[in-house]
């Protein structure tokens, strides 16, 4: 069973600061995907960024960063230069090769304070 | 925009009837995903479709029940809906249902049920 843990409900940042969400997450598979969401007030799901388990390097799409820890199971993302646009809700998200199932977490709520 | 279609954005209905969500996928996409999120389950997979054939189950009620058309398109229809079944209902796509060196799922905007 895969299980995906976001500890945070709730963050908040200044506009124009870094901010880091946390997860974790449970896996008896080998090889993943490792995502993040993002759910703003339209509740369109966005996919901001990937990360495939077998990479050792951490991916980064613009602003966005993840740090993969893979013994740890931990898969965090860090915002940088926070702007009024990212607040939203952010979902972890696995998906193990061969099972083809997306599994999230509770989600972190974002907010930008301006 | 995604590419993925869902319609219709919202739905509302009495208990004890019957609705079907419809979900057009991005052009070329074979696999199909259904996910329902309300506010005390929060995101669940209900069923996956891969051109046409079921590929995963999730925590799908028997009252529920998808398929895939031959043009890849999908419908989920809800039965014998109960107050709890209110949610909003997704639909993914992906390339081609396996998991592949760049499979990412790219989500419609959902369709808005209310059962009342």
């Known amino acids: 069973a895969q299980t995906v843990t976001q500890s945070q409900p709730e963050m908040s940042v200044q506009e124009a600061e870094t901010v880091t969400l946390s997860c974790t997450y449970d896996?008896?598979?080998?090889?993943?995907?490792l995502f993040w969401y993002k759910q703003p007030p339209s509740r369109q799901m966005i996919l901001v960024i990937r990360q495939e388990a077998y990479k050792q390097q951490n991916a980064t799409e613009n602003r966005f960063s993840v740090n993969f820890q893979k013994a740890a199971k931990s898969f965090s993302l860090k915002i940088s230069d926070s702007q009024l646009g990212d607040a939203a809700m952010y979902f972890c998200?696995?998906?193990?090769?061969?099972?083809?199932?997306?599994?999230f977490g509770t989600g972190t709520r974002l907010t930008i304070i301006p | 925009d995604s590419g993925v279609t869902q319609t219709p954005k919202h739905l509302i209905t009495a208990t004890g009837q019957r609705v079907t969500l419809r979900c057009s996928p991005r052009?070329?996409?074979?696999?199909v995903y259904w996910y329902q999120q309300s506010l005390d389950q929060g995101l669940q997979f209900l069923i996956q479709?891969?051109?046409?054939?079921?590929?995963a189950k999730g925590n799908i009620l028997e009252r529920f029940s998808a398929q895939q058309f031959p043009d890849l398109h999908s419908e989920l229809n809800l039965s014998s809906l109960e107050l709890g079944d209110s949610a909003l209902y997704f639909c993914?796509?992906?390339?081609?249902?396996?998991?592949?060196?760049?499979?990412?799922?790219?989500f419609g905007s959902g369709t808005q049920l209310s059962v009342l």
């Open positions: 052009s070329g996409d074979l696999s």
């Open positions: 998200a696995s998906f193990p090769f061969g099972n083809e199932k997306l599994t």
């Open positions: 479709y891969y051109n046409g054939e079921e590929r």
């Open positions: 896996t008896s598979e080998s090889d993943y995907y």
């Open positions: 993914a796509s992906s390339g081609n249902g396996y998991t592949a060196t760049n499979e990412k799922l790219f």
